[in-house]
């Protein structure tokens, strides 16, 4: 499978489009599966902490492999921590404390690898060859690695960080309303696992908040767009999270959740929503980047945009009792055409 051009090629800077990967997946821990990275597109192991990896130099920069929990990692700010007294006692309390910090969080890796999820973080990836980072997938299949239909214990997801081609709020306020008016549809293409679904990682966005955005008067300054999106998701847990977007226009604003260590600017939207398939023979990043370019190509057709974000909006803000018979009159239309 090849991956689809977007309608918009370029970022806005001018140059080819990247996306970010991330996924998560149970079967190999983090040395395997640097590995496998280093295998399939070259590099050097470097070791972080031992449960946390980098790969470094492969054809499009630095993998990043490491288990997926924040205690199987030293903290940075107590490896960092300066001694409260500059004497040799002190210093050597210090190393002490760092010393059992490191080697407590290594412990906790051990005993939970297996337990908890290896992720792989990929550098951004030209649009055009994720077909070549599809073949990492395929090697983490083959070596065991399970994904999310391999137990209903297991909500592993796939997550997509497109680039965006441009900065402009109109632009972005448009892709998030083909966004909204694709979601049903992607969440059914997907068939989102049941075990995603009750957990907090990728929910939908609100229905008022929809409502807002698709208003065909809805023409908001950045800061007011950001405000909204505050006001109707005070959580980074969406199925497409604008946080990381946000923070990188308006790293200044005035809100907790722009200074969370978790919330990390960039460029990009942050798509949560597909599952970690790798059983599923011929999956991957394609297949899900295949499926988000739909949302762009909507974006770009203003017309059928606009026309759609004005159905969903006159639908959803009918009556029950009209929206029912509005049901029933298209499902009998649909009988008697079939």
């Given at each position: 499978m090849s991956p689809q051009s977007p309608p918009e090629a370029r970022n806005f800077e001018g140059k080819n489009r990247s996306v970010g990967v991330e996924i998560e997946f149970a079967g190999l821990p983090p040395w395997e599966t640097a590995e496998l990275v280093r295998g399939c597109f070259g590099g050097t192991i470097h070791e972080i902490s031992p449960h946390r990896l980098r790969v470094v130099e492969t054809r499009w920069g630095d993998f990043l492999v490491e288990l997926d929990t924040q205690y199987a990692h030293p903290d940075e700010k107590v490896l960092h921590e300066a001694p409260k007294r500059d004497t040799e006692w002190e210093r050597q309390r210090h190393q002490m404390r760092v010393d059992f910090h490191s080697k407590t969080r290594e412990l906790i890796g051990d005993v939970v690898t297996g337990l908890v999820p290896t992720e792989i973080v990929c550098p951004p990836v030209p649009w055009d060859e994720l077909d070549s980072l599809d073949a990492l997938f395929a090697a983490l299949f083959a070596r065991g690695a399970k994904g999310t239909d391999a137990s209903l214990l297991y909500g592993f997801g796939l997550h997509l960080n497109p680039e965006v081609a441009s900065l402009e709020v109109a632009h972005i306020v448009d892709q998030?309303?083909?966004?909204?008016?694709?979601?049903?549809?992607?969440?059914?293409?997907?068939?989102?696992?049941?075990?995603?679904?009750?957990?907090?990682?990728?929910?939908?966005?609100?229905?008022?908040?929809?409502?807002?955005?698709?208003?065909?008067?809805?023409?908001?300054?950045?800061?007011?767009?950001?405000?909204?999106?505050?006001?109707?998701?005070?959580?980074?847990?969406?199925?497409?999270?604008?946080y990381p977007l946000l923070a990188y226009l308006r790293p200044d604003y005035p809100h907790e959740l722009f200074s969370d260590k978790l919330v990390k600017p960039r460029p990009t939207f942050h798509y949560r929503l597909p599952n970690a398939q790798l059983s599923l023979r011929g999956w991957g990043a394609v297949t899900e980047w295949n499926r988000w370019v739909a949302v762009e190509r909507l974006a770009a057709d203003q017309a059928t945009l606009r026309e759609r974000a004005a159905r969903y909006v006159s639908y959803h803000t009918q009556s029950p009792l009209v929206r029912a018979f509005q049901w029933l009159s298209d499902w009998l239309r649909r009988r008697i055409t079939s």
């Open positions: 998030l309303r083909a966004y909204l008016l694709l979601a049903e549809w992607l969440r059914k293409e997907i068939d989102i696992d049941i075990t995603r679904e009750v957990l907090p990682h990728a929910n939908p966005f609100p229905k008022d908040y929809a409502l807002k955005v698709l208003d065909p008067g809805y023409a908001p300054s950045l800061d007011d767009f950001i405000a909204d999106y505050i006001e109707f998701n005070p959580t980074r847990n969406r199925e497409l999270d604008l």
